[in-house]
């Protein structure tokens, strides 16, 4: 039997991302993330890239935008492509703020870009959000690829850091601010049609 993490983290692993209107950068884990949001753009899967989140922690990885965005525009991304969400904290509110601008912009395609250790988090976050404000948004899971495990960038390894998200997926599961691996299958089911 298949446990609700291995679902869970099957089809964060290898959803089927198409064309979509933005590339959702979520802040965090140094200058690791930002490339793979640049390779969407320079593929043309995505036509915008918003760089969310407003945390400044080096000691954690979290770059202020003002930092990062230098690096972007570098890659050829001009600053009209370039939006940063700037009210939220954590990765709840990045969700919230990200589908409140997605209503507001109509946008209705998004490609969640994060590390791969926090890629099942920030998906089942977002998803919750999606499927709580009943929005229609559809959801792809990009998350970057070919980081080391187990070297340490300055704020641990991201081996260490799965456990500990794996402990937060526990903890807000029960608090309830995550989709569940059954909701997790039924979107992907929904999506899949969509194709």
């Known amino acids: 039997m298949i446990t609700d993490r291995e679902t869970i983290m099957a089809i964060v692993d290898n959803d089927c991302l198409t064309e979509s209107d933005v590339a959702v950068l979520l802040e965090g884990d140094g200058f690791f993330r930002f490339q793979k949001a640049v390779e969407l ?3 043309e899967l995505v036509k915008k890239i918003v760089f969310s989140g407003n945390i400044v922690d080096k000691d954690y990885g979290s770059y202020p935008f003002e ?3 230098p690096y972007i525009l570098e890659h050829g991304v001009p600053e009209c492509d370039l939006i940063h969400e700037d009210k939220s904290k954590q990765t709840k509110q990045q969700a919230q703020e990200v589908v409140k601008m997605a209503l507001e912009n109509g946008w209705k395609k998004l490609a969640l870009v994060a590390s791969h250790e926090h890629q099942y988090r ?3 976050t977002f998803l919750r959000e999606v499927l709580d404000t009943n929005s229609g948004l559809i959801l792809y ?3 970057v690829r070919n980081l080391n495990w187990f070297i340490d960038s300055g704020w641990g390894t991201r081996f260490d850091r799965l456990s500990a998200e794996f402990d937060r997926i526990e903890k807000y599961s029960e608090m309830g601010h ?3 691996a059954k909701e997790v299958v039924e979107y992907q089911k929904w999506k899949e049609s969509l194709l």
């Open 141 to 143: 899971n990009a998350p």
């Open 122 to 124: 920030a998906y089942l």
């Open 67 to 69: 930092e990062v965005k």
């Open 41 to 43: 753009y320079q593929q």
């Open 178 to 180: 995550l989709a569940t």
